[in-house]
């Protein structure tokens, strides 16, 4: 599809902020108003637009999608993007190491234990650490404080929980990252940490890259939309 505006703007409505086409509201991709409620959101959706050449890219409208799906999806029902999210905390892929002397477990325990401990001191919660793949329930208190935790997030923020989540598998780098207290880097090393540990065993290839990169993209994009949330 070729462009078909020439202005792009951000407006003060009702209801909060909302990009302007050539002075006409945007909508989402679900044809609802997208309000959002600050200035700064508003300005980089809108610089998304003004970023398009004459051809349009899907791919260089990374937070519009979050943005969108968090008024067209998580909006109608918030519950479900919540059970979703914690199904991930149940098996987040921090509390899961590889038997105790191993080398992959040393790493693991040196990236991931930090964080964990630093969610568990942030928020009041106990996580159980398991060494090997079998299943391990989480103490139901934690799941408890967990689902109070996402309840109380904003949709948008939901949508940039459920985005970090499945690129990372860990409910717990997500918080971590919207919470906004914690390096990028580090939280992007600890979820490739596995990933990277069998590069080292056994290289990789371009594809490898490509799709590492593509993550990271979208890993820095969810961060970077969470932080605008919040101004």
Do not use: N
């Amino acid at each position: 599809m070729k462009r078909f505006w020439k202005e792009v703007s951000a407006a003060l409505v009702d209801g909060g902020w909302q990009v302007m086409l050539d002075g006409r509201p945007l909508k989402t991709q679900g044809k609802r108003q997208q309000i959002v409620p600050g200035e700064a959101l508003a300005r980089a959706l809108a610089q998304e637009w003004t970023d398009q050449g004459e051809e349009i890219d899907p791919a260089g409208f990374v937070l519009r999608d979050m943005a969108d799906y968090a008024i067209d999806v998580i909006a109608g029902d918030r519950a479900d993007t919540v059970r979703a999210l914690l199904a991930y905390g149940e098996t987040d892929t921090l509390c899961y190491r590889a038997a105790p002397g191993e080398v992959l477990a040393r790493r693991q325990d040196a990236a991931w234990e930090p964080l964990l401990a630093a969610a568990e001191a942030t928020w009041g919660l106990k996580f159980a650490r398991v060494s090997g793949i079998m299943h391990q329930p989480q103490p139901p208190e934690t799941l408890t404080k967990l689902r109070a935790l996402l309840e109380a997030k904003d949709d948008l923020t939901l949508a940039a929980l459920r985005s970090l989540s499945g690129i990372s598998a860990s409910l717990i780098i997500a918080l971590l990252s919207v919470h906004g207290q914690h390096d990028t880097q580090v939280l992007w090393q600890a979820s490739e940490l596995e990933e990277l540990f069998q590069e080292e065993m056994w290289g990789r290839d371009a594809e490898a890259e490509a799709r590492q990169a593509k993550r990271l993209r979208d890993f820095e994009a969810a961060i970077r939309f969470a932080g605008l949330v919040r101004v």
